[in-house]
């Protein structure tokens, strides 16, 4: 579990970074990377949105058990 939480952090910061960028320079990063809206840079959206659902899961779990 701790191996999927740290993958997990790293794509949510990648994510966090990306959207940063677009926020303040209107650069996104991904697109620029992979194409805009190309089947590789919808997997990479995809793919950090699903790695903050599982962390957020894996955090509401860890709490639960706490209690």
Known sequence: ???????????IVVGAINWGLVGILQFDLVAFLFGVQTLLSRIVYAVI????????AS??????MVE
Do not use: D, N, R
């Open 49 to 56: 949105g699903v790695a903050g659902v599982v962390y957020a």
């Open 1 to 11: 579990m701790k191996t999927l939480q740290t993958i997990c952090v790293i794509l």
């Open 59 to 64: 955090l509401f779990y860890e709490m639960s």
